[in-house]
T-cell receptor
Framework: RKEVEQDPGPFNVPEGATVAFNCTYS??????FFWYRQDCRKEPKLLMS???SGNEDGRFTAQLNRASQYISLLIRDSKLSDSATYLC????????????FGQGTTLQVKP | NAGVTQTPKFQVLKTGQSMTLQCAQD?????MSWYRQDPGMGLRLIHYSVGAGITDQGEVPNGYNVSRSTTEDFPLRLLSAAPSQTSVYFC?????????????FGSGTRLTVV
C-alpha cells in the first residue's frame, strides 16, 4: 500500500463547477499535511497547509480527518487557471522534515 | 530574496560520469531536501537535511551523496550516472521556526543520462 494515495483523475469540469479531491495516508503518526499545486513542467507550489480544524483560503477548503487518515481539498467556482495537478503531501512523524507525496490528481477546467 | 536556486536547469550526462547538482537558498531555512520526479511515480525523497552538518537518507538514496556544510547550500552528487537516474530533480527548503512547515521548491534540474 502506498503511504499517500490519491485518485489520479483526470477530473474534467466546466468553469464554475465545484470539485473535490481526496487523499488517504497510511502513517497514523503523521503530523503535518499539505496540498501543493504543480503546473506542467514546473515546480510544486504550496497551495495550503491542512489543519485539524479545517481551513479555507478563498475558493479553496481543506479538511483533515485524523481518525480516518483522510485529507480533502474542495475547490469552488473553478477557474480555467485552476487547471493543474494537485499533490497531497504528508510529513512523517516527529518533525522529520520528510515529505511523502501522493501521485497527484490532474484537474482540467474547461470553458 | 531569490528563494531556492537550482543549477543547472538542464544537463545531459554520459553513463558513468559524475556531477553535482547545486541548490542554494537565501531564506535561512533549516530544512532542505532533494526529490526526483519521474512520470507516474510522483516525487520521491532522495536525501534531506534538518540543519547544517546533518543529513539523512530518504526513499531512493542509492547512487547519490549529499553534504550540508552551510545553511544555504545543499548539493546533490551523482557518483556514477546511470540511465535510471534520468529524471527531474527538485530541491526544497522549509523554515521550521515560523510554525508553517510548508516547503519552497526550486525550479528543477532536468537530467538526461545517455
Amino acid at each position: 500500500r502506498k503511504e499517500v494515495e490519491q485518485d489520479p483523475g483526470p477530473f474534467n469540469v466546466p468553469e464554475g463547477a465545484t470539485v473535490a479531491f481526496n487523499c488517504t495516508y497510511s502513517n497514523s503518526a503523521s503530523q503535518s499535511f499539505f496540498w501543493y499545486r504543480q503546473d506542467c513542467r514546473k515546480e510544486p507550489k504550496l497551495l495550503m497547509s491542512v489543519y485539524s480544524s479545517g481551513n479555507e483560503d478563498g475558493r479553496f477548503t481543506a479538511q483533515l480527518n485524523r481518525a480516518s487518515q483522510y485529507i480533502s481539498l474542495l475547490i469552488r467556482d473553478s477557474k480555467l487557471s485552476d487547471s493543474a495537478t494537485y499533490l497531497c503531501v504528508v510529513e512523517g512523524s516527529s518533525n522529520t522534515g520528510k515529505l511523502i507525496f501522493g501521485q497527484g490528481t490532474t484537474l482540467q477546467v474547461k470553458p | 530574496n531569490a528563494g531556492v536556486t537550482q543549477t543547472p536547469k538542464f544537463q545531459v550526462l554520459k553513463t558513468g560520469q559524475s556531477m553535482t547538482l547545486q541548490c542554494a537558498q537565501d531564506m535561512n531555512h533549516e530544512y532542505m531536501s532533494w526529490y526526483r520526479q519521474d512520470p507516474g511515480m510522483g516525487l520521491r525523497l532522495i536525501h534531506y537535511s534538518v540543519g547544517a552538518g546533518i543529513t539523512d537518507q530518504g526513499e531512493v538514496p542509492n547512487g547519490y551523496n549529499v553534504s550540508r556544510s552551510t545553511t544555504e547550500d545543499f548539493p546533490l552528487r551523482l557518483l556514477s550516472a546511470a540511465p535510471s537516474q534520468t529524471s527531474v530533480y527538485f530541491c526544497a527548503s522549509s523554515d521550521r521556526s515560523s510554525g508553517d512547515y510548508g516547503y519552497t521548491f526550486g525550479s528543477g534540474t532536468r537530467l538526461t543520462v545517455v
